[in-house]
């Protein structure tokens, strides 16, 4: 009898590129629970990033710290300022507590969609470009036409010729025709000005 212990884990995407499936059915149940937990938290905002930058960053001691606080205004009420409660202090302290714990499970929930959705949309297209490539054969060419033409828009793009880029610049060539027909004795050839000074007489002024 084998002692190793039951696998409850369902199948991971790398197991076979189509081990993994997802009805529609269930697709909606997630999403139903995704609105059921807006309905739950109808005080969710919406920050921009400058009002999150104003915003203090609580750390495992800034938790630790709230927390203690809490335990400080409920054995001592009367050190806290009139605008505040022992109710509201230990109200705003659970809320905060609540919401840690369910920041903390969707960002390992989010982690493992992230991760298996990029893994699967990888195995989707390579099957993508299983495809394409049947279509191309010489068996498919004839019907497949349409669909290889469609589909290579995408993934059958040519890289650009090496000397691409040397034949959009034949600067060479043309800038040295003035001086040379200018030299040559060749009939309505102007010859070319220059910006050089005259030669100094060699004779000294009086």
């Known amino acids: 009898m084998s002692t190793n212990p039951i696998e409850t884990n369902t199948a991971q995407p790398n197991a076979t590129p189509g081990g993994v499936t997802l009805s529609p059915v269930d697709q909606q149940a997630v999403m139903t629970a995704i609105d059921t937990i807006r309905q739950k938290l109808p005080f969710l905002l919406n920050l921009t990033p400058s009002e999150r930058k104003g915003l203090a960053k609580l ?3 800034s938790r630790a710290f709230v927390m203690k606080a809490v335990d400080v205004a409920t054995q001592n009420p009367d050190a806290l300022p009139r605008s505040h409660s022992v109710q ?18 969707l960002q390992q929930l989010y982690k493992q969609v992230d991760d298996t959705t ?9 099957v993508a470009r299983t495809v394409y490539v049947g279509t191309k054969t010489p ?3 004839a019907h497949l036409a349409t669909a290889a033409s469609n589909l290579g828009r995408r993934f059958g793009r040519k890289p650009k010729a090496a000397g691409s880029s040397t034949t959009a610049s034949p600067a060479t060539p043309s800038t040295a025709t003035p001086s040379s027909a ?11 000005t220059s910006p ?4 100094p007489s060699s004779a000294p002024h009086a």
Do not use: H, W
């Open 196 to 199: 050089v000074p005259p030669a």
């Open 88 to 105: 509201d202090v230990q109200n705003i302290a659970d809320v905060f507590r609540g919401m840690f714990s369910i920041r903390l499970a």
């Open 139 to 141: 068996v498919a060419r």
């Open 182 to 192: 200018a030299g040559s004795g060749v009939p309505g050839a102007k010859p070319e």
């Open 59 to 61: 750390g495992d001691k």
């Open 118 to 126: 990029t893994k699967i949309g990888s195995d989707a297209y390579a």
